[in-house]
């Protein structure tokens, strides 16, 4: 199920590919890649609260899962709650110093919050870290 539901979200079939992680889920309660991919799968369907209790659950699972961090930093972020987006975001860095969409998301948070040096900042490190910040 885990397989199907990862083809079925890349052709956007969203509340398809919900239920195959759903099965997933319910076969291995544990499978954290299901839990981020199933909250993926709703942050495309703009549907932000069930995102995050899907990225909460795979952080509550493994708490040093950095794409369910940066991932649940970006459903806040669409809520517009940017200090606690940032806080994801600063865990998703403080895991991995090298996350560059992380800093970068981080950035788009802070500058949008108008926290505009910490925005500099993590701007400048994204670009360091390779990633095109357009």
Do not use: H
């Not at 990862?6 to 544990?30: G, H, L, T, Y």
Request: with cysteine.
């Amino acid at each position: 199920m885990n397989n199907k539901g990862f083809a079925v979200s890349q052709e956007a079939r969203f509340d398809e590919a919900i239920k195959c992680f759903d099965k997933a889920i319910e076969i291995n309660p544990k499978n954290t890649t299901a839990w981020n991919i199933e909250g993926i799968a709703f942050y495309q369907l703009a549907r932000f609260d069930e995102a995050i209790k899907c990225f909460d659950k795979a952080i509550e699972i493994f708490s040093y899962y950095k794409d369910a961090w940066n991932n649940k930093g970006l459903s806040l972020y669409m809520k517009k709650d940017y200090n606690l987006a940032i806080k994801c975001f600063d865990k998703g860095v403080e895991i991995d110093r090298n996350f560059a969409d992380a800093w970068f998301n981080k950035a788009i948070s802070s500058r949008d919050s108008g926290k505009t040096e910490e925005a500099t900042n993590a701007f400048n490190i994204a670009k360091q870290l390779g990633r095109d910040i357009g």
